[in-house]
């Protein structure tokens, strides 16, 4: 099975400048979480919930940073996972583009 949860957008501080520590900015993240249901299943709203609140409660400087902690939280509080991608952006940081960071990670 594959949870997709795309888009999940919410503001929070994120990064190293000056004004991105006063004030927050939107983040996107996109996840994708193989494994093997049988019986026992990952609710994806908790995963959500998750990402959020990690992102918001721990104010990260960088996001390779937010990503290694979400990587670590995720299979810790969720051990089905087989296979984890996570895409962090920051959609409005630059005029011209969409920043991100992604990872795969098999388990």
Known sequence: MTIEIED??????????DFERAKEQLVRVNCQIQYH???TFINYALVAEAIQ???QKQRFELIETALLHLKSTLKEEFP???TLFLKISKPDILDNCEVSLSETTKY
Not at 8 to 17: A, H
């Open 8 to 17: 999940l957008e919410f503001f929070c501080i994120i990064g190293i400048l």
């Open 37 to 39: 249901y049988q019986e």
């Open 53 to 55: 609140n990690e992102m």
């Open 80 to 82: 089905l996972i087989e």
